[in-house]
């Protein structure tokens, strides 16, 4: 039996080793094992258990001489010892004994000059089928001469031993930069795997650098690029899959001299209350290949019910961007020409689209407001206003000035237009409010991608202190003032005056800020 290499990890007597299977035998395997069933459209739907969403409260980061110093360590980048790491990976191994072996050996980055060999080790057929899917698929040529450069092992049936372990629960996903080696125990979300490629390439690629962003892009006819900038529920799989415009990706990007690219080679969408009439790209990419999580299923028909969230508000849909018929293949563009930050302010004050000067947007990249939405992390049931630096905190191992002095670099060198962008509530907060109409936030996010918006005359917002358009092509004038759409105007402000205020409590921490962008700001 061919192990290809495992053993020299501690990997030894397993039962069988498959690696980079085709899409057909994985999804044949995981339905023969049990651990999902295919919809009426042939897409294997799973359920994950009780971890539904990421668990950052689960994460670790091994605390080992050679990286030590250039960690920002905290409550996102908890240390846990090397010892630790040893003991529960040690006990992991002996787990996969005699169990079937998934190896997908690929890429990340679709820029061959900044591209990282992964190699995800699954216990799980699903979870194989998955990552095979998310990252980029080497040819035959590239697999017989690949060799990792970093490893991910995630075993859910594994699970930790907290007052052994010293971790928080039975779940854990532990980064070791010294042994390039993520280990996931626990949790069966897939998105923990995702996510802790993204947290590599966060660490490696500014040593190199590139401008490792959370963020989507897509690409014009005209080859001008476009970033949406924002966290999970916040709009970017959604906004940047434009059927006028070529997907470059939907998550996670890279900005090196040469422009930008993709580091993965597939989408991860949420499906709650998904619609063939609103995100028709989305819809149809449902389908053979793909892998579909905690959404409720007839058992019968094999209908997928994407408006009930009752197992979760975080269900999701993991599928090859060449499922998108408009994907740029490779997943690479020009320096954007128009960057923008998406926010769900749950609130119901932030304007729906804005322009940012220079400071204002390094002001907002830094603060990186939004609403957690729910089921995107255990324990969320219903929005809850937060800031997150630079849009990723979670899955930033630097100190957050080294991104954004990434970020402000790029806007001084390339002078892209930057828009802040509010998906989230109008009319009143959370409960009273509504969701803005998607058909407005599309013609808001056009209008910024055509230039329209660089027309319009702008008025600055005396709390907030960005530029709101008077107008915007396809939006009733009324919509793009928020108060207009409070009933009790005093209300409004109110409501207003206490998120600027909050915006201006969080951004105290970020001490060494020039003033140009600390007085960019809201006005409390």
């Known amino acids: 039996m061919n ?44 359920k994950t258990g009780k971890y539904t969403g990421r668990s950052p409260e689960d994460r670790f980061v091994v605390d080992e001489p050679t990286t030590h110093d250039e960690i920002a ?3 996102i980048n908890v240390p846990i010892t090397e010892a630790a790491f040893d003991g ?52 035959d040529a590239e697999l017989e001469a690949f060799a990792p450069g970093f490893t991910i092992i995630a075993a859910p049936g594994f699970k930790c031993i907290p007052e052994v372990d010293g971790t928080h629960s039975e779940a854990a996903i532990l980064v070791n930069f010294a042994k390039k080696m993520v280990i ?26 590139v401008f490792s962003m959370h963020c989507s892009a897509n690409i014009g006819k005209d080859g001008d690029s476009a970033l ?58 449902i389908k053979f290949g793909s892998l579909v999580e905690n959404v409720v299923m007839n058992p019968e028909t094999r209908e997928l019910d994407f408006n009930d969230g009752s197992l979760t508000e975080n269900t999701r849909v993991g599928y090859p961007v060449e499922f998108i018929p408009n994907a740029a293949i490779p997943g690479v563009g020009s320096h954007p020409k128009t960057v923008i930050f998406l926010t769900a302010d749950a609130f119901g004050v932030l304007p729906p689209v804005s322009k940012l000067e220079r400071g204002q947007a390094m002001y907002h990249f830094v603060s ?34 080294i991104y954004a002095d990434m970020l402000g670099e790029r806007i001084d060198t390339y002078g892209a237009n930057v828009y802040l962008i509010n998906t989230g509530w109008s009319g009143g907060p959370y409960g009273v409010g509504k969701r803005m109409s998607i058909k407005y936030t599309r013609a808001m996010v056009t209008a910024a991608l055509n230039g329209d918006l660089e027309k319009a005359g702008f008025e600055l917002d005396p709390i907030f202190n960005v530029l709101v358009p008077v107008s915007c092509p396809n939006v009733p004038s009324e919509v793009l003032n928020p108060m207009n759409t409070w009933a009790d105007k005093a209300a409004y402000t109110e409501a207003a005056k206490k998120l600027a205020k909050m915006f201006v409590e969080n951004f105290k921490k970020y001490t060494d800020m020039s003033e140009e962008i600390i007085n960019a700001g809201p006005k409390a």
């Open 73 to 75: 360590w905290g409550k």
């Open 228 to 285: 949406f900038f924002g966290l999970s529920g916040t709009g970017k799989t959604t906004l940047s899959a434009d059927p006028d415009r070529m997907l470059i990706g939907d998550d996670e990007h890279g900005w090196s001299a040469d422009g930008i690219f993709n580091i993965e080679g597939g989408c991860y969408a949420k499906c709650i209350n998904l619609s063939q009439e609103n995100e028709p790209q989305i819809w149809d990419a």
């Open 88 to 139: 529960i990976y040690k006990r992991m191994c002996a787990y996969l004994q005699n169990r079937e072996i998934f190896i997908f050996d690929g890429f990340a980055g679709a820029d061959p000059n900044y591209r990282l060999n992964v190699r995800v080790i699954n216990e799980l057929a699903s979870q194989n089928l998955f990552i095979h899917q998310l990252l980029l698929r080497p040819t």
């Open 368 to 401: 990186g407001y939004t609403s957690k939405l729910a089921g995107t992390e255990r324990g969320i049931t219903e929005p809850q206003a937060t800031f997150s630096t630079c849009f990723g905190a979670p899955f930033l191992p630097r100190p957050a000035h």
């Open 3 to 46: 192990t290809y290499g495992i053993e020299k990890l501690g990997l030894i007597n397993p039962a069988a080793v498959y690696r980079n299977l085709p899409v057909s035998i994985l999804t044949e395997k995981a339905v023969a094992r049990g651990e999902g069933t295919l919809s009426n459209t042939g897409a294997l739907v799973v």
């Open 184 to 209: 996931i125990a626990g949790s069966q979300y897939a998105g923990e795997i995702k996510k802790s490629v993204f947290s590599v390439m966060n660490f490696i690629l500014p040593a190199k650098g």
